[in-house]
């Protein structure tokens, strides 16, 4: 059931945060893991002329958000990060995903997430450069100031020595004026639907700014 689902995320980025936390159980299912899978099922049913809508007409303007949850998972205490990648108003890519280690504050669960939202948003400037669209910096939207200082700091300061050095790329393309890392209201981080659980209010309205809507209405 989980499998199959995980091939749906391809289309569906607000089942996403649900199917991978539910993927993390597959190695030893248990009676108790079944009820969240129908649920989603459920939803799914409720929700089969939902899509992606890509508008024309639409600025084909790259824009990213990353978001992290920092300590989400009870069990080991690590962090969930979350990334969107947007052209305009359309959703290009996305993903969610449980990190190997444990983060030793927000900033640094923050900036992760960031760095590896910094990827495919330089694939993005590359790719539109083959067509002759130039972008002197891609905006990265972040909610947390201390990582965004972070990215924007070239002092290697004992806040941030313990970070890997392969996160450090996303301060060095800072630095060099590719990405323009950027402060977003936590209202408007639409990377919270790939990172945690959200109320009904929320979540529909998250959905609808990625884009994900009834094309017939």
Not at 51 to 66: A, F, K, M, Q, T
Not at 190 to 217: C, M, Q, V, W
């Amino acid at each position: 059931m989980i499998g199959s689902l995980l091939y749906l995320t391809a289309s569906r980025p607000d089942i996403m945060f649900s199917i991978c936390l539910c993927a993390r159980y597959q190695s030893a299912p248990k009676e108790s893991h079944l009820a969240p899978v129908k649920r989603i099922f459920r939803y799914l049913a409720g929700t089969v002329n939902l899509g992606i809508w890509y508008p024309r007409g639409s600025l084909l303007v790259p824009v990213g958000y990353s978001n992290a949850d920092y300590a989400g998972c009870r069990i080991d205490r690590k962090r969930t990060s979350g990334t969107c990648q947007l052209l305009g108003n359309m959703l290009i890519s996305w993903f969610s995903n449980k990190q190997t280690s444990v983060a030793l504050s927000t900033a640094e669960a923050e900036y992760v997430a960031a760095a590896s939202c910094c990827v495919p948003l330089l694939w993005m400037r590359q790719q539109l450069e083959d067509y002759d669209l130039h972008f002197n910096s891609i905006p990265l939207m972040c909610d947390n100031t201390s990582a965004i200082n972070l990215s924007r700091n070239p002092v290697y300061h004992s806040r941030s020595k313990h970070i890997e050095l392969r996160h450090h790329f996303l301060r060095d393309n800072v630095q060099s004026g590719k990405v323009d890392i950027q402060h977003v209201n936590t209202e408007q981080q639409l990377a919270d639907i790939l990172t945690k659980p959200l109320d009904k209010e929320r979540f529909e309205y998250l959905r609808s700014k990625l884009g994900i809507r009834n094309p017939n209405l």
